[in-house]
């Protein structure tokens, strides 16, 4: 069975900082590229961040350029997302996928999400 499991979110000022963690079980790590989503109230779910089965290359939402980071880290079969210079309107339930590397863009498993709230 496959799990994502997400952590790190939480509430935090304008300006802060937060790292999201999601660890993924039940398929051998390496094989998935990994990324972030998120969905605030009322707008459609989009891509903030994916990095591939080595982590030698990452892409990022023009909105979260130069402020978020991916990176992973596959001895611990777990993904990360550090967010810094954090606005309101990053504030949104974040999802961590997971994609089969042989298949690029497609993400196959989602996980419940995690809150992010920043507050102005």
């Known amino acids: 069975q496959v799990q994502l499991v997400e952590s790190g979110g939480g509430l935090v000022q304008a300006g802060g900082s937060l790292r999201l963690s999601c660890a993924l079980s039940?398929?051998?790590?390496?094989?998935?590229?990994m990324g972030w989503f998120r969905q605030a109230p009322g707008k459609e779910r989009e891509f903030v961040a994916a990095?591939?089965?080595?982590?030698?290359?990452?892409n990022y939402a023009d909105s979260v350029k130069g402020r978020f980071t991916i990176s992973r880290d596959n001895a611990k079969n777990t993904v990360y997302l550090q967010m810094n210079s954090l606005k309101p309107e990053d504030t949104a339930v974040y999802y961590c996928?997971?994609?089969?590397?042989?298949?690029?863009?497609?993400?196959?498993?989602w996980g419940q999400g995690t809150q992010v709230t920043v507050s102005s």
């Open positions: 996928v997971a994609g089969r590397r042989s298949t690029p863009g497609r993400y196959d498993y």
């Open positions: 039940g398929r051998t790590f390496s094989n998935y590229a």
């Open positions: 990095i591939n089965w080595s982590g030698g290359s990452t």
